[in-house]
């Protein structure tokens, strides 16, 4: 496939945000080149929570019902110490059509936004490597290089940057990127495995010797998991041995059977200075990255396009460029607040002190007896507040 010579938009990046964008874009009829270094899409489950809020987004394309089939509905999330349960928090009185937390793969919210992307008539370019992006004011240049070294360039009038946390496009903007790294690393996997709790729950699993966790994931035989984990040193690949360890410390009585995909990685906490440079706006981990907790970081990546691309298409049809910064405007104090809000849950999650975490314990079963406050938690986490 091609790449012209000029576009209306480009978009670095074919992840979930990159992907959303290039819908909103397609359906509208504005032309776009999406661009993206891998040979081909998500092959692991990877981010696996799609909120209440996301749903309702995907719901706007038309896909949100293909989605859920292919998912699991998960109505509650509950916060346990060891066997004793401290918290429940149910999505189930939520005002949606989405009462719940679907559990679903990467890989296959990707598959469904691409074959969506492509009954709007658009497609990914791979694998291309953007190398550099200059804004001279009015437009842009994106230069690239094929997988054989070969470069290229191509104009637009304006780049997204859904990129990832390592985004090309937010350091050739000038745009910083706040914040820090959390000093544990993470064990992600995901097994077959006997669990003890129902497969209609999350559970956040805390220990002294760290959090851990535990969530369904869609299964004929009922046996499938994503195990999430905070470790001190974790193996670059977490195998059997290593999740049965750290499930027999933390929550005994749980059985592996197999690890079928697994990985360690370190979690940050940052967000961009800005969210636009000119002719340049960021979506995704590209404006902002923060902790698995709550599993919300896709999710807002997902908002965000579908609200920038909703911009762009109002823009490029007439309407005032100042119309753009509204996205900023709307957009960034959402992932402050995510940021903060996932900040608070894993620092509060990751207590090892005796003393503080029994004060913990006992905060958390006190306030959560409160239908106020489960429903306020309920809420932020669906992310029903970014509507």
């Given at each position: 496939m091609t790449i012209p010579a000029t576009t209306s938009v480009a978009i670095v990046g074919a992840g979930p945000a990159g992907l959303t964008a290039a819908i909103a874009l397609a359906d509208a009829g504005i032309d776009f080149v999406l661009l993206d270094r891998q040979a081909e899409g998500a092959n692991t489950s990877r981010a696996a929570v799609v909120h209440a809020r996301t749903l309702e987004v995907l719901d706007g394309f038309g896909i949100a019902a293909e989605?859920?089939?292919?998912?699991?509905?998960?109505?509650?999330?509950?916060?346990?110490?060891?066997?004793?349960?401290?918290?429940?928090?149910?999505?189930?009185?939520?005002?949606?059509?989405?009462?719940?937390?679907?559990?679903?793969?990467?890989?296959?919210?990707e598959a469904v936004l691409l074959a969506r992307l492509r009954k709007a008539g658009g497609d990914v370019h791979r694998p291309y490597r953007v190398t550099a992006v200059h804004d001279d004011g009015t437009g842009v240049t994106v230069e690239y290089a094929d997988a054989a070294g070969t470069s290229g360039a191509l104009r637009a009038d304006y780049v997204i940057g859904a990129d990832?946390?390592?985004?090309?496009?937010?350091?050739?903007?000038?745009?910083?990127?706040?914040?820090?790294?959390?000093?544990?690393?993470?064990?992600l996997a995901d097994v077959r495995m006997t669990w003890l709790d129902p497969r209609d729950e999350v559970s956040l699993n805390l220990s002294p010797e760290g959090v851990t966790v535990v969530a369904p994931l869609p299964d004929e035989n009922g046996e499938r998991y994503r195990v999430v984990a905070t470790v001190a040193e974790a193996p670059e690949h977490p195998e059997l041995a290593?999740?049965?360890?750290?499930?027999?410390?933390?929550r005994p009585g749980a059985v592996v059977r197999e690890v079928l995909w697994g990985s360690r990685f370190r979690v940050h906490h940052r967000v961009a200075e800005h969210y636009r440079a000119g002719r340049i706006l960021l979506a995704g981990d590209a404006a902002h990255v923060h902790s698995p907790a709550g599993g919300q970081g896709m999710n807002t990546g997902i908002q965000d396009a579908a609200a920038l691309g909703a911009l762009?298409?109002?823009?490029?049809?007439?309407?005032?460029?100042?119309?753009?910064n509204d996205y900023e405007k709307s957009r960034r104090p959402v992932a402050l607040d995510v940021v903060a809000f996932t900040?608070?849950?894993?620092?509060?999650?990751?207590?090892?002190?005796?003393p503080a975490r029994l004060v913990r314990n006992a905060v958390l079963r006190t306030v959560t007896r409160l239908p106020a406050v489960r429903r306020a938690l309920a809420y932020r986490l669906s992310e029903l507040a970014n509507r």
């Open positions: 989605l859920r089939d292919l998912g699991i509905e998960v109505p509650r999330f509950v916060v346990q110490d060891g066997t004793t349960r401290l918290a429940t928090v149910d999505f189930g009185g939520l005002p949606t059509a989405f009462p719940y937390t679907l559990m679903v793969g990467q890989e296959t919210t990832g946390m390592h985004s090309v496009v937010r350091e050739q903007a000038g745009i910083g990127f706040t914040g820090a790294t959390y000093p544990e690393s993470f064990v290593d999740v049965q360890a750290i499930l027999d410390a933390r762009l298409v109002r823009v490029l049809g007439g309407a005032p460029e100042a119309l753009l900040d608070r849950m894993t620092r509060v999650a990751t207590l090892r002190p005796r």
